[in-house]
């Protein structure tokens, strides 16, 4: 039992590799004392963005959100090592952070933001308006089959549109779309891509960085779930991470071997 449980500490993340039918996985290294360090300045600092000045602060990056309605979030660091040697710590925040996906001092987001923004500014007010032309229609009515089959027909196209783009790396020096790179079975769950580790795998493979170790934490009000608390730390999730990763940290192996 308890060898089992240091198992599933060491193994945080991937899973059986489409690419080269291998099995990738990843450990924590000393992540967590960084993330221990992340998690006191937002505790002591009440913000997200680190490099600002505490008079500069913006209003909007301010972690009073994750105690209240929103809930809280999850967090990750990894360390690395950069090609001269020297150490390299990585932060990601899941998802985006009060409608800002991109912070100076945090792994950027798997897609183009200016493609993302002009993508949801075509589709998101289109849904809006079928979904309050619906509330007004009389329920099961030949009218609002076809209103409700309209708005889920655009959903649809919505997250293909968003799905096709991000584009996953890895440590061969390949690339993916995120649909051909994605192993799990069933369609793919809103939001794959987006937690902390592809975006801390993301920026490592872009910036030429080793991983070394990555840990990720929870902040803020519990999920509505239950199953994040303030505080804790957690594997990378299984539903839309492991299915991804396992394509990401292929090749990690071999040069982790070589370094
Ligand atoms: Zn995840
Ligand atoms: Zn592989």
Redesign the pocket.
């Known amino acids: 039992m308890q060898q089992k449980k240091t198992m599933e500490q060491e193994r945080i993340a991937g899973g059986p590799?489409?690419?080269?039918?291998?099995e990738?996985s990843f450990s924590e290294g000393d992540a967590r004392s960084h993330c221990r360090e992340l998690m006191q300045f937002l505790e002591q600092e009440k913000r997200l963005d680190l490099l600002a000045r505490r008079e500069e602060a913006d209003p909007q990056l301010d972690t009073a959100s994750l105690f209240g309605e929103a809930r809280g979030k999850m967090f990750g660091i990894m360390v690395c090592r950069a090609a001269d040697g020297s150490e390299r710590v990585l932060r990601a925040f899941s998802g985006q952070y009060n409608g800002i996906w991109e912070i100076e001092g945090w792994a950027p987001p798997l897609f183009n933001l200016a493609v993302y923004t002009r993508i949801y500014a075509e589709f998101e007010p289109r849904i809006k308006q079928l979904g309050r032309e619906l509330q007004l229609t009389k329920h099961g009515s030949i009218q609002w089959r076809d209103l409700s089959n309209r708005r889920r027909q655009l959903s649809q196209q919505w997250m293909r549109e968003i799905h096709a783009l991000y584009t996953l790396s890895?440590f061969?020096g390949q690339q993916r779309l995120l649909s051909d790179a994605f192993a799990g079975s069933g369609g793919i769950p809103t939001g794959t891509g987006d937690c902390c580790a592809p975006k801390l795998f993301n920026q490592a493979i872009r910036e030429n960085l080793l991983p070394l170790g990555l840990a990720e934490f929870y902040l803020g009000r519990e999920n509505a779930s239950r199953t994040r608390q303030h505080g804790q730390f957690y594997p990378s999730c299984a539903s839309k991470c492991t299915p991804i990763l396992?394509?990401m940290?292929?090749?990690l192996d071999e040069l982790r071997v070589a370094g």
């Open positions: 590799c489409l690419n080269c039918r291998r990738h890895n061969r396992s394509f940290l292929c090749g």
